[in-house]
């Protein structure tokens, strides 16, 4: 089917445009970008898989695979390699209560009216 052929198209040019940022050590990209995109590609290479579409599949199994070099090696902060993913899952949890503490008004960034009147 020519889809398949056209969803490949697109995967080798996103392949293509990650490729510098992968070639860059200084390039710094933030795991909250990297890590979804990773997931993202993996979910799409497996269902293109189920419904037959090879090539569309092996393309986005490609992009998968240059958003995870990019977590691993181009993420700021302490480590590299694999453990960066490991680092940023583990840290998801807390991550969650604070957006959640947030909403609710009761976190770190919550202010009273007072101190917004002062801004």
Do not use: H
Request: glycine residues 10%; negative net charge.
């Amino acid at each position: 089917m020519w889809q398949d052929f056209v969803f490949l198209a697109g995967s080798v040019l996103s392949i293509t445009f990650l490729a510098p940022t992968v070639r860059d050590p200084t390039a710094q990209v933030p795991l909250g970008s990297s890590v979804p995109s990773m997931t993202v590609g993996a979910v799409y290479s497996f269902t293109y898989a189920t419904m037959g579409m090879t090539f569309s599949a092996a393309g986005a199994l490609g992009v998968a695979t240059m958003w995870s070099l990019i977590a691993c090696y181009r993420s700021p902060g302490p480590v590299s390699g694999p453990q960066t993913i490991a680092r940023f899952v583990a840290s998801l949890p807390g991550r969650a209560r604070e957006s959640v503490a947030d909403v609710l008004g009761s976190g770190p960034s919550a202010t009273t009216e007072a101190e917004q009147a002062a801004d």
